[in-house]
């Protein structure tokens, strides 16, 4: 791998700096490593999955999606509703907005044919996105913060891996935080998944309380989950757990136990608020 990594720190050092242009760049880099592997250097092939970017835009209530791929040259196909991308599927051209919930799946293509995974991830808008999160408590482990305080409300929905950056992850203390949504609203669900997973310690909580408020002074429960789902159960467990129903309220509080087991970990996903 100390290829492509010769060819950039090349480009930086020899480069002026009105010069350097990353797209350029990209295309040079992807045809010398083709030269470099016909030569019998096992140099490494550029990323084969399209990478995400997205961006919120919480008062026109949309949120922004950018691709882009290592690899050249290659087209991003991507599908909106959960199936596999083809070659004839939607070319990405530009910046796409999302205003309702959806499932975005990606992939790249040479010549029609698919180069590498296809990447899907949940992606939509909801009233707790983007907006002020404070954890009551000590909080999250730092191994698995999933980018930090704003991670369980930043409309990025994690895989079937706690590894993947996207969940968050609580050790021996349980999770309880506060949503300010700036208004008094109408509330009909507020949901959160977890994962059990046995193998390396993950386990679902052992309680799930959500309680609403108006002034974040005074706070009333309106679900409680006591989970009935054994520690021993084998295979990938994952578990939407929240209200559904009418309410309403400015402040959300969902707090989860966790199993109280050193070493063992309680995973949690985005928190949904419609």
């Known amino acids: 791998m100390i290829y492509p990594r010769l060819l950039a720190l090349a480009e930086i050092a020899w480069t002026k700096n009105e010069l350097k242009n990353w797209d350029n760049f990209k295309q040079r880099a992807n045809a010398q490593i083709k030269v470099l592997q016909a030569k019998g250097y096992n140099a490494f092939s550029l990323s084969d999955e399209p990478n995400i970017v997205q961006e919120m835009f919480a008062e026109e209530r949309k949120v922004r999606l950018t691709m882009s791929s290592e690899r050249y040259p290659v087209e991003i196909r991507y599908t909106t509703d959960g199936s596999e991308p083809t070659s004839e599927s939607m070319l990405y051209t530009e910046p796409i907005e999302i205003t309702d919930a959806v499932v975005l799946s990606v992939a ?11 990447v899907q991830k949940p992606y939509g808008f909801h009233k707790a996105l983007g907006k002020t999160i404070t954890y009551n408590n000590a909080g999250y482990g730092k191994a698995y913060s999933a980018g930090g305080d704003n991670a369980l409300v930043d409309g990025i929905t994690g895989s079937f891996s706690y590894t993947d950056g996207c969940w968050q992850g609580f050790s021996l203390n349980d999770m309880d935080v506060t949503i300010d949504l ?15 997973l046995l193998g390396p310690w993950v386990w679902l909580p052992t309680e799930v309380e959500i309680l609403v408020s108006d002034d974040n002074e005074n706070f009333t429960p309106i679900y409680c989950w006591k989970n009935d789902i054994p520690t021993t159960q084998e295979g990938l467990i994952l578990k939407k757990v929240g209200f559904e129903g009418e309410t309403s309220a400015r402040f959300i509080r969902y707090k989860a136990k966790t199993c109280g087991i050193e070493h063992g970990w309680m995973f949690i996903d985005e928190i949904v608020v419609m």
């Open 108 to 118: 790249l293509f040479d010549g029609g044919k698919r180069v590498g995974p296809v």
């Open 182 to 196: 700036d208004s008094v609203q109408k509330v009909e669900s507020v949901s959160a998944t977890f994962m059990q």
